[in-house]
């Protein structure tokens, strides 16, 4: 039997596409993540990741050995200089994959759900669809750094609102029952219970052999061992 991961987190490996842009530079598809958090462990090649918060845009170097994380509502977008690699821990195991990112389509876009399907969805040719998409991303995150946060926002919870419900399921059985499970060992401690130490396990993950066009790469997605949270199929 696997074990969940610590803490109900994803973990996935990510080769950031080369594909240059229309600015210029190479790398992935800018979007937002409504209620989870994101952390990058660099493992090779350099980049950076641009942000877009209420503060104002920035560019933070990826550099082997960098780790780097960023809220919920932070817009980003992977820049690959040159071979960046890294390790995704995402918050909340198997929600991600669920819906909870946006990406920056223009705003007629965003503004009709049908559309952002259609425009978000790979068929076909799926390197060309990624490709696409990406570029159909960055033109918005273009547009939103000279305004328009707040709109985008909105939209972004439009979108989304159908989802929440099977978000907070997909919460309380994996983070929070994690947390929860600390509680209960904690409180069998203190009342001298040692019961639980005589069940440690180990458990083994081995990587992906067949990576996904993922939001900002090739991406090799570990998978979530709590069979309520396996992600579908159809990995945005």
Not at 47 to 68: I, K, N, Y
Not at 113 to 124: F, I, K, N, R
């Amino acid at each position: 039997m696997v074990t969940p991961l610590p803490g109900g987190v994803g973990i996935s490996g990510l080769t950031v596409y080369d594909w240059e842009a229309a600015d210029g530079l190479c790398g992935g598809t800018p979007h937002m993540h409504l209620v989870c958090s994101e952390a990058y462990v660099v493992t090779g090649g350099t980049g950076s990741v641009q942000t877009l918060t209420a503060s104002g845009f920035a560019d933070t170097p990826l550099r082997p050995g960098d780790v780097v994380w960023f809220t919920p509502g932070t817009i980003h977008r992977l820049v690959n200089d040159g071979g960046l690699r890294l390790v995704v821990l995402m918050q909340n195991g198997g929600l991600p994959e669920a819906g909870d990112a946006v990406f920056t389509f223009p705003a007629p876009v965003l503004a009709d759900p049908h559309a952002y399907q259609a425009a978000a969805t790979l068929t076909g040719d799926r390197a060309s669809a990624a490709r696409r998409r990406r570029d159909l991303a960055l033109d918005g995150f273009l547009d939103l750094r000279d305004g328009g946060l707040r709109q985008f926002h909105s939209a972004a919870h439009r979108l989304k609102s159908g989802l929440l419900d099977d978000w907070r399921t997909r919460w309380r059985a994996g983070p929070l029952a994690a947390a929860e499970e600390t509680g209960r060992l904690l409180d069998r401690l203190k009342a001298g219970d040692l019961s639980h130490l005589g069940h440690g396990a180990v458990s083994r993950l081995e990587r992906p052999r067949h990576p996904v066009f993922g939001m900002c790469g090739l991406l090799d997605p570990y998978p979530v061992p709590d069979p309520h949270l396996r992600p579908p199929k159809e990995l945005l």
